[in-house]
């Protein structure tokens, strides 16, 4: 659970039903909340697991038909988390990046059209 | 909520992208420049492959430019596989063929990332891009050249001694 005191400073982005990414303005960062834990990524990691989790092949795991596990382990390079996830997993990460980066992409676009210009 | 991404870096995910993508169009270029300079000195044209060398040198200094470029805006510049490049060519006259087939796909490639920057009103990007595109008016010019040298003078006898040693001496000075 996430302590109260910390909620102030954090800015809902983006949730869906498993899980919810915040962004903290003063630290300049997003909190992941997923997959049971709540996990700190910096501009760079945070773009770099979206790299990771948007390259899985998800069509090709779902027709891959070998008896190999159905887990995807995450694992991004000078970062302190690593999920291990399964397909359902997956796809839901993968939901929840693509609308927080439609929500990032649309404050973007609205700090562009509204505060830029009465700068 | 603070725009953190704009605070990082300039260029948006998509431009940052086709950035990269022209960093490896560069970068096979002058793989592919060096390929013909190796081609046109084992087959006696020394002038030509001088030519060559001096071409890959250039396009791997656009490359960096645009390497540099993504990083100083707070970009991820990915240094590229380089795979693919034709080591032989069945005639002298298909060695300047390639290269300006080159040129034109990386003519096309920079106009197509200014129609990009363009709809995004990348402003800063299209500066950039303006010296890319002067570039390109010599880099087409210089093979469009040396490809004409094949039909003024043509490769019977020793026409095609007379073609190297000219390809040496194309330049473009234009000031326009």
Known sequence: MIATTELTLWTDVFSTKTGAVYQCDTERCWYVDFAGKVARFDHRNFLKLRKAVYSIDIEQKLLNATTDPDVEIIFICACDHCYVLSLAQIISLKDLLEGTFVMLELNHIIHDRLYSNSL | ?176
């Open chain 2, 1 to 176: 909520m603070k725009d953190l991404l704009r605070i990082k870096s300039l260029l948006s995910s998509d431009i940052e992208a086709i950035l990269n993508q022209q960093v490896k169009k560069e970068a096979f270029s002058s793989s592919a420049y060096l390929a013909m300079a190796s081609w046109c000195n084992r087959n006696g044209y020394d002038f030509s492959s001088e030519y060559f060398f001096k071409q890959a040198e250039e396009e791997r200094q656009h490359q960096l430019k645009f390497y540099k470029y993504i990083l100083d805006m707070g970009g991820n510049a990915v240094s590229p596989e380089v795979t693919g490049i034709k080591q032989e060519y069945n005639s002298f006259r298909e060695v300047f063929e390639d290269a300006l087939d080159q040129e034109i796909s990386v003519t096309n490639a920079i106009k197509n990332i200014y129609a990009r920057c363009m709809k995004e009103q990348d402003f800063v990007t299209m500066e950039f891009l303006n010296w890319f595109l002067k570039e390109q008016r010599e880099e087409e010019y210089k093979a469009r050249r040396a490809l004409e040298l094949f039909e003024v003078i043509g490769e019977e006898g020793t026409g095609r001694w007379q073609i190297d040693k000219h390809v040496g001496q194309i330049k473009y000075d234009s000031e326009a």
